[in-house]
């Protein structure tokens, strides 16, 4: 199987767990497939944090990856915007201090 970029990895992951629950899911070519990335154990591949929205409301254990929608999604296009005023976003937001959260695992 050739590789495939890293969105269509994850349509792919999310489009099987789907199809496991109801072989009615499958998407229709072309069709958006709606999900979010949340938090989970470090080095975990990017395809197993992918959850759908309703499963993501339904389980108050989920936590949406801030960190993941900042670095990718928020700062590159910040990056353009300011790269043009000079501003390196990327360094800003490295320089931010950072606030730890301890999560409590249940076992």
């Known amino acids: 199987m050739p590789e495939l970029p890293c969105s269509d990895c994850v349509n792919v992951g999310f489009c099987r767990r789907a199809l496991s629950r109801d072989r009615r ?3 229709l070519a072309g069709q958006r497939v709606p999900y979010v ?3 989970g154990t470090p080095g975990l591949p990017l395809i197993q944090l992918v959850r759908c929205p309703h499963e993501l409301l339904s389980d108050p254990s989920l936590r949406i990856n801030s ?3 900042i670095t990718r999604q928020i700062l590159p296009t910040l990056g353009r ?3 043009l005023l000079g501003v390196d976003v990327t ?3 490295s320089d931010l201090p950072r606030v ?3 999560v ?3 076992l």
Do not use: H, Q
């Open 25 to 27: 899911a499958e998407p």
């Open 104 to 106: 409590s695992v249940n």
């Open 100 to 102: 730890t959260r301890s």
């Open 67 to 69: 960190t993941y929608y």
């Open 91 to 93: 360094k800003w937001y």
């Open 81 to 83: 915007v300011f790269s």
């Open 37 to 39: 990335i949340v938090y």
